[in-house]
């Protein structure tokens, strides 16, 4: 279920999914925030969080759970890893990442907030470089990534989440 109230996007229930932009962008600056939703009646399970933002959803990729392009990971632990699903590629720390259906880059630090606190995620793409930050500092990079240029997504993966101020500028 998706609710937009009070400038907030809410996420929560049975069935995983996502809502994507019906346009592509290139080099582009995102930023938004997000906290998981620890009200009682949207309680769920103990399971690890788990969430995400995608960009780089190339246009012509299938509409399926997940499709092809790049995830800034939003989960318990892992909040700030890369994951690159469908092939997609890019070098992390000067290596290439290999080829896969699902492929994590972890993130070089944690600066996650307590549960219930918001989260900022700052996510640049220019030119084949994607940025990953959280909460002012920078969690992840990579340069030469195969996907540059896409649709965007707030993932739903089964954990409340709620996510507001989303703000996304073109860069030059």
């Not at 929560?12 to 346009?23: L, M, P, R, S, V």
């Not at 092939?87 to 944690?110: C, M, Q, R, Y």
Request: hydrophobic residues 35%.
């Amino acid at each position: 279920i998706y609710e937009f109230t009070d400038g907030n996007i809410r996420m929560y229930g049975d069935n995983i999914g996502y809502i994507a932009t019906k346009k592509s962008f290139e080099n582009f600056e995102l930023s938004l925030e997000f906290k998981w939703n620890i009200e009682e009646k949207f309680h769920r399970d103990d399971a690890k969080k788990n969430s995400g933002v995608m960009y780089n959803i190339p246009f012509n990729s299938p509409d399926h759970i997940w499709p092809k392009g790049i995830q800034f990971q939003i989960k318990e632990n892992t909040t700030g890893d890369f994951i690159f699903l469908d092939n997609i590629t890019a070098k992390v720390n000067g290596k290439l990442v290999e080829a896969g259906a699902s492929v994590v880059s972890p993130k070089f630090e944690a600066n996650e907030n307590p549960y219930g606190q918001w989260n900022k995620i700052v996510i640049r793409s220019f030119n084949g470089k994607c940025t990953q930050y959280l909460n002012g500092k920078l969690v992840n990079e990579c340069v030469e990534v195969t996907s540059r240029e896409g649709k965007i997504s707030l993932n739903y993966e089964g954990s409340p989440i709620d996510f507001r101020n989303i703000q996304l500028t073109k860069i030059h």
